[in-house]
């Protein structure tokens, strides 16, 4: 399984930019999709998710300006970011957690990780 992610660049304060990451190989239960954010400095952190359930989840510090979408398959998934600010500046990356049960019988979880894509947001 790999992820790739593209998008990323250059922009200004204000302005807009989608991600997306493409899935190759197959993942039979995907847990859930995501998107992480390393700014500067810091660690790697959690932005946006997305359930097959179709439940989702956004960090405050996105909510309102983010928003997550996958297609069908779940091989596709992306992340419109608006009214973007130099907070925002980071590499994003993508993830995928995949469920899967152990020779016991119990569920674990293995994660798939994107290359990552710089976004760059000047002031």
């Known amino acids: 399984v790999q992820l790739q992610a593209s998008g990323g660049g250059l922009v200004q304060a204000g302005g807009s930019l989608r991600l997306s990451c493409t899935v190759s190989?197959?993942?039979?239960?995907?847990?859930?999709m995501a998107w992480y954010r390393q700014a500067p400095g810091k660690e790697r952190d959690l932005i946006a998710s997305?359930?097959?359930?179709?439940?989702?989840f956004y960090a405050d510090s996105v909510k309102g300006r983010f928003t997550i979408s996958t297609n069908s398959a779940k091989n596709t998934m992306w992340l419109q970011m608006n009214t973007l600010e130099p907070e925002d500046t980071g590499i994003y990356y993508c993830?995928?957690?995949?469920?899967?049960?152990?020779?016991?019988?119990?569920?674990?979880?293995?994660?798939?990780w994107g290359q990552g894509t710089l976004v760059t947001v000047s002031s």
């Open positions: 993830n995928v957690e995949e469920k899967y049960s152990d020779y016991a019988g119990d569920w674990e979880f293995r994660d798939y």
């Open positions: 190989g197959s993942i039979p239960i995907i847990d859930a």
């Open positions: 997305f359930a097959p359930s179709g439940s989702t």
